[in-house]
């Protein structure tokens, strides 16, 4: 009886988790509405990739003007050839709170540095999305909408 109880009570405790990270799954505009990101489940954690551009190609004044925007700010000379568009810039979420996930990370590839990062959850549709170096407190927090 009490390993059954155990299981029931271990259970409910991972759909409680499992629906918690799921309000987060979806996709999710960028401040600006310069991109769209989904967040899916990666394993036993979240992630986060690129799935549309505002603007997919550099602007006419730029030296690969035309041409879809690839990953080149990246400090590892063999990744900057891929394509921002499928780009994974999100990983390793996990629920840390209610309605928190932390101890994740976050590539801006516009300049090609990974941050620690938190995601809040604020409202169904407002994540808040806090990337830092060192402690929170020292960081940038932006606000995607669905």
């Known amino acids: 009886m009490k390993k059954l109880i155990m299981a029931v009570l271990a259970g ?12 987060l799954h979806g996709f999710w505009k960028t401040d600006g509405g310069k991109s769209l ?10 992630c986060g990739r690129i799935t549309w551009l505002k603007e997919p190609a550099y602007p006419a004044d ?18 900057q050839g891929r394509p921002i568009v499928g780009l994974q810039i999100m990983r390793g ?7 928190v996930w932390g101890d994740g990370t976050i ?3 516009e300049n090609g540095k990974t941050y620690k990062c938190r995601l809040t959850l604020a409202a169904p549709d407002r994540l808040e999305v806090r990337g830092y170096i ?10 995607w909408n669905r």
């Not at 990101?37 to 979240?46: A, D, M, Q």
């Open 12 to 23: 409910m405790l991972f759909t409680a988790v499992n629906a918690e990270a799921a309000s």
């Open 37 to 46: 990101v989904e967040i899916h489940p990666c394993g036993e954690t979240l």
């Open 62 to 79: 730029d030296a690969m003007a035309g041409k879809l925007k690839v990953d080149r700010e990246n400090p590892d000379s063999a990744l």
């Open 134 to 143: 060192g402690m929170a407190l020292f960081g940038r927090t932006t606000v």
């Open 93 to 99: 979420f996990r629920v840390t709170g209610e309605q």
């Open 107 to 109: 590539y801006d590839p």
